[in-house]
Structure formats: C-alpha cells, structure tokens
C-alpha cells in the first residue's frame, strides 16, 4: 500500500496477526502498543492475544516480548524488571504485562498479588473480554452476572453466570499500589492517557480494559466499538482512576442508557429475552448499573466541588 | 582453604562466587539455610545480587525464566512440595533453553507428609528437560554449583541445570569444605553471555507457540542439548580439576569395580556409606564394587555399559519408587544394559523412603542378595517393617 505519509508510527503489533476479525483485544493491544511506544518489555500470559500473535516462525510482536505460562506473567516481569535493574538497563524500557481475565482475575492472581506487594515498576493491563475466549467461551471470575457461556450455560434451571464480576481494580487498589484504572477500547484516547500514566509511574500500576469478544458475546463484528460504549453509557463497566488509593476522575454517564440496549444485542444474554423470569434479571442488571451510574456521579461531584 | 561448614553454608559461598545477578526463592524445609545464607550474603553487601522474595515456587521458577531471558545470570533452590510446585515453569524454563541453576535439597513427597530425605522429588522431573546432578557430600555440592552455570551456559547445551543435594544428611551437616576462591572462580567461569536476550534495540519473542510442522524439532533439539551435554560436562569438570583439583570424571564414578563380581549402583549421599560397605567386603576377599551416578539426566548409557558389562549381578538402591513398577534408577540402569553381552542379574532395591536411614546393613542385605539369588531379576522394597503395614 502507498505511504500517504501518515504520522501515526509503525504498528509495534503488527497486522497480520490471526485475531478474529472485529476482536476488542486486539485493537487494545494496538492502542496499548501505541501508547507505550517501543520501548517495552511485553509480557504476555497464555489467552487468544498469545496466540494469535506468536505461532512460530511468525510473530506479530514489533517490540521484545515473553511468554511463559497461563498464571505467572506477573512473576516472570518481576524477574525482567528485576534483571534490568541490576544490568544496569531500567532505562531501557518499561515492563509491561499484557494478560486476559482469565490469566488475571483466576489463574494469575497469586502472582499479581506477589508482584504488587514487592513493588516492581510494572504496568499490569488485563484486557477484559470476560470469559476464557482462547479456550472456547468458559466463565471466568470475571465474566458478568447472566451471562451465557459454555461452562455457566442459559437452561430451564439457569440464568447462566449467577455471580457477579469480581472487582479486580478494587483488589489490585487494596494492595497500595500507586495506580489503578479501568478504561475501554471503546474509548481510544483514554486509554492512551491511562496506558501513558500506568507507564509512567513509579510502581506497580493495574490497568484493566473491556475489550469485547465478538465470538464468545455473539455480536456483529462490525459492532465491537459501539458495544465496548454501551457498556461505559449504561453503566455496566465504569471508568475511573484509582490514584494513591484515592478514587479519581470518574466518568460521569450524563444520560444513561438501559441495559437492555446493550443486552439485546448480545446473543450471550439472549435468554433473558425469551425465559420465563428473564424481565427480573434485566431488572437486577439494571439495578447494578443504575446504582454504579449513582456512585459515578455522586463521585464526579464531589470532585468537582 | 579448608572450612568446617554446614552444607548449606558451603553452596550458599558457592552461589556467591558463580556471581549470579538475580536470586529468586520461596522458603522450605530443608532447603532454608541456604536461601537465609544467600539472603544474609546480600544483606551483608558481600553478594550484588537481587533477591526476589516470591510468593511461591511457580513464581519462583518464573522470576528465574524472565531475569534469564533478559540476560543475568540466575539462581533458585528448593525441594519436595516446591519443586513439584514448579513442575510446569520447570519444562518452561528448559523449553526456553534458560541456563537457570537451582539447588535441589531432596526431600519426600506428601501424602504423608515428610519433610526428611529421599529422591521422589527430583527423580519426578526427569522429564522436564533439565540435566540433574546428585551430589555424594558438600565439596560436590558446591563444586558442582559453580560448574552447572559453566555447563548451562555453554552454548552447546544452553539449558537449566539443577544440583541435587539430600536435605538434612547433606543440608544440615558439618563437613570439612573447600571454600572456593573468587578469583579462581572468576579464571574458571566467564560472565553470562547469552545469544538472544530481550533487548529494545532488537526486538526478540521469546515463547512462541509452535504447532504440529515444528514442535517436534524443538523437542529434538532440547533433547540433543541434554545428550551433548554429557561431553560438556566431562570438559567442564576436568577444567575444573585443573584449577582446583578436583575432576570428578565423567558422569558416573567407579569404586573399585576393575574386577568386581557383584556391583551396587546409587545416587548422592548413600554412595558414602556404600563406599564404605565395599571396603569392608574386599578386606573379607569379597569381589564387590559400587558406581555412583552422578548425572541422572542425561543418562550416561555408555559409561554404565562399560562398568557393568560382564559382572555377575547388579544391585540398584532406589530412594524413590515409580509406583506400579519399580525404582526409577533400577529402570534405567536395566534398559542400559539391554542386549549387552552377558547380561548380568539385576536387582533393585527400593529403600531410604521419607528419611529412613540407609546403613551399611542396607547395602550388607544387598550384596547377599545379589550373591545368593538365583532369580535373574527382581525388585523389592528393602527395609520394609512388615509389622507395621497392619498398623497403617
């Protein structure tokens, strides 16, 4: 293709990697590649974003990149960000871990939790497609109440997932780390902002972004973007910073929209459009995100008192 | 110069003078005292290492496989419950051809819990693609420390090593050592100097994904690696006997075997007291000998076929059982004789589970076993107390 002299840099993760089209993560990979520039150590735990990136001989990966297991990113960064200390190189670049929910919120919290309490200087994002994609559509921790996947599947005894998503930001914040933030990919710029400021500081920082699974949550491929907003404009998924333990910069939803905008279009909350009890459901949902679109503004006010 | 020192102190002063960058442990018994010397080492500013206090094993291993990749040079020891902890990082680390170094303080696997000596650890990741060493006393251990990052980092072998040394009857005892100077240290291995490291101004990936066209050649060469290994750590060794006059040869060690009839075979401490128990027998004009393996991973065929080709009977003390079949030495040491001419008896022994001592009797019990039986291959636990067995 021309160059049409474009001043947006080279894709450090390149196209041509084997992400699905429509795929949420992989555009936040992009963006988060895009934030951080080229001078980072990437981390990536075992998930789809691993393996549609790395299959041998290929890689998409334009800047040095690990992967280990499925639960010890967070122990094997510890270990390149040590090493860089010590060889003198911690100017080199930023460690950075690139891992889903499943390797996050499940399987790799121990390791987090270990990483956090010692304090390296690592960024932690967790793309956040809310089931274990790579493997099928199997319910995670933070995978959302109702939801339908393979292994919390809709059926005449079951509404599908019956817990709610674990607050990971909350116990990535319990931890005293200098920075938490959650953010989309729906929203490109404050992303950026959030992946520039977790690089930046000094410490541990967390990151945690929806990035929709159009496979795994059954919608349109074209619509990725609009869902990943829908979910910020209703209230399910709230944006916010957690700096110093204090929480900050909330995102306000001015106009809230029902949830049943963002359900309807999702075939993983299909059922509760068609079963018997299914309206209750979308009424306990909608509570949940009213009461968040409540504690956004009441946040957002008395910050901007 | 010659110390009187606890085995653990001796491998933590080794691990100082191998230099590693990046140490990275979690606590467990009996391997402590070594993870508490290195920590003090540090503290004391006398080791400018980074100490990485994990929350566990996994992560252990897994700090050790990022530190590695980045180029320094690394250290880990643990045992028991924590290696097999680690199972999976193990395979990883290999996989990757990391030269990571690690101190096995052999101890019992749980249910029940034990925390006393055997092999069933280690022996349980024969697989995993890293070369094991098993030390017979402390100067070894801690010999063989300094040479396992000599031998993982050889370009030949670029693969994870791990020194097996048996908790408590190694760990914790005093023993006269020789404390390995720095600067010949510094002469015998070079700094860390990998091919690939992650590095921004060359952007490498590290742990790809391989399907069916291409794993089966990582696998080949890993194992490749394992096999040239042997000749590297012949090399190293007689390198090391050079400079500080100790070549433990290549990777098993004869005791007067030239024209032994009846030969023993085992691994680490107990070769001590089987050493002992051969003296013994020769002054009674018993033709008998011992062979200590020293590598169990690579497996050194060759060498055992040249020991043992033509004695009368093999014994093979196991301190660990592959449960459903026989002791994991005994399997091999019989698969490497197969089809040699004369094919002598074989007997395997199972004993020293979980702490249980093995004397001079044990291997006495051997011998006569070897000597008197008529079957031509048999496998028994040793020194079972069968009036227990109601009781438990």
Known sequence: MENRGETRPLDLFSSGHRACAGCGPALTIQAILRATGAKVFVVSATGCMEVVSSQYPQ?????????????????????????????????????????????????????????????????????????????????????????????????????????????????????????????????????????????????????????????????????????????????????????????????????????????KQQRRFAHLFKMPGGEAQIKIIQDKASANVDRLRVIAEEESR | MMQIMEGSHAVALAVKVARPNVVAAYPITPQTHIVEDISQLIADGDLAAEYVKVESEHSAMS??????????????????????????????????????????????????LNIWNDHQDSISERDSGWIQVYAEDNTEASDMTVQAYKIAEDNRTSIPMMVCMDGYTLTHTYEPIDVLEQDLVDSFLPPYQPIDVLDVDDPKSFGMFADPNYYTEFRFQN??????????????????????????????????????????????????????????????????????????????????????TGVEAVGVLDRNVSLGFEGALFTDIKASLYGSKSTPNMYGFIAGLGGRDVTKRTFMKMFKKMQTSKAVEESEFSDLKPELLEEV
Request: aromatic share 8%; hydrophobic share 40%; glycine share 10%.
């Open chain 2, 63 to 112: 700090v050790c496989i990022g530190a590695s990749a980045t180029g320094a040079r690394t250290y880990t020891a643990t045992t028991s419950q924590g290696l097999a902890l680690m199972h999976e990082v193990l395979f990883n680390a290999a996989g990757m051809r990391l030269p990571i170094v690690m101190t096995v303080a052999n101890r019992a696997l749980s249910a029940p």
């Open chain 2, 223 to 308: 194992h490749k690696a394992l096999e040239d290994a042997e000749t590297v750590m012949t090399e190293v060794s007689a390198e090391f006997g050079e400079i500080f006059g100790r070549d433990y040869g290549g990777l098993i060690e004869t005791y007067r075997c030239d024209d032994a009839e009846y030969v023993a075979v085992a691994l680490g401490s107990v070769v001590g007291t089987l050493k002992d128990t051969v003296d013994d027998l020769r002054a009674q004009g018993e033709r008998v000998g011992a062979i200590k393996v020293r590598s169990y991973r690579p497996f050194p065929v060759a060498e055992i076929q040249s020991a043992l």
């Open chain 1, 59 to 263: 890689s998409a990966w334009n800047v040095p990149w690990i992967h280990s297991l499925f639960e010890n990113s967070a122990a094997v960064a510890s270990g390149i960000e040590v090493a860089l200390k010590v060889l003198g190189r911690s100017d080199d670049g930023k460690v950075v871990v690139i891992a889903g929910d499943g390797g996050t919120v499940d399987i790799g919290m121990q390791a987090i939790s270990g990483m956090f309490e010692r304090g390296h200087d690592i960024c932690y994002i967790c793309y956040d497609n809310e089931a274990y994609m790579n493997t099928g559509n199997q319910r995670s921790g933070s995978t959302p109440y109702d939801a339908s996947t393979t292994t919390s599947p809709a059926g005449a005894k079951s509404f599908g997932n019956d817990r709610p998503k674990k607050d990971m930001p909350a116990i990535a914040a319990a931890h005293g780390i200098p920075y938490v933030a959650t953010t989309s990919v729906g929203y490109p710029k404050d992303l950026t902002t959030k992946v520039q400021k977790g690089i930046s500081v000094d410490g541990p920082a967390y990151l945690q972004i929806h990035a929709p699974c159009n496979i795994g949550w059954g919608f349109d491929s074209a619509k990725t973007i609009e869902i990943a907003r829908l979910a910020v404009e209703t209230g399910l998924w709230a944006m916010y910073e957690i700096v110093d333990g204090k929480l900050t910069n909330v995102m306000k939803v001015s106009k809230s929209k029902p949830v049943e905008e963002y359900l």
